[in-house]
């Protein structure tokens, strides 16, 4: 089931952004362009994805961890989850607070960096703790 535009706190991890044989786990990415190379490390070796797909994970790993940076202390963890159908990116920072979701009627800058994820993604779910808390976005790939 698609939930685009609809992130929901859950107690579970999507299987997908389990590091392993089909993961990639990059605990020292802190900066956007550090994801970004992270995104293309574990994506070298998948089957081809097609360019305008592995711009819209670029795209979606660098709005997490700029929304951690600007909005909550910082990047805790990264991960990237490559599964069959679908690359999951997990970002995890020490803020408990979601992210909020407002329409602008004018030109303000920033906060359209969450609407883009929720966009681009078939899933996004938060993973809320006392000290933190993961954003896992499922990016759907077409193989």
């Known amino acids: 089931m698609k939930t685009r535009g609809d992130a929901r706190p859950s107690s ?3 299987a997908a952004a389990s590091p392993g044989a089909a993961g ?17 490390r574990a994506l070298a070796s998948c089957s081809p994805i097609s360019p305008s797909q592995v711009d819209d994970l670029i795209l979606v790993a660098s709005e997490l961890v ?14 990237i989850g490559v599964g069959r159908d679908s690359v999951t990116v997990s970002v995890s920072d020490a803020s408990p607070q979601t992210p ?9 800058p920033g906060g359209f960096g969450w ?3 929720l966009r681009l993604c078939r899933q996004v779910t938060l993973d809320v703790r006392p000290d933190g808390k993961t954003v896992h976005a499922v990016v759907p790939l077409d193989r």
């Open 115 to 117: 609407p883009i994820v």
């Open 66 to 79: 700029t929304n951690a940076l600007r909005h909550a202390g910082g990047v805790t963890a990264f991960a």
């Open 100 to 108: 909020r979701y407002a329409r602008h009627r004018d030109l303000r």
């Open 12 to 14: 579970s991890t999507p």
């Open 24 to 40: 990639y786990d990059e605990t020292l990415v802190r900066t956007s362009a550090q994801a970004r190379r992270a995104v293309h």
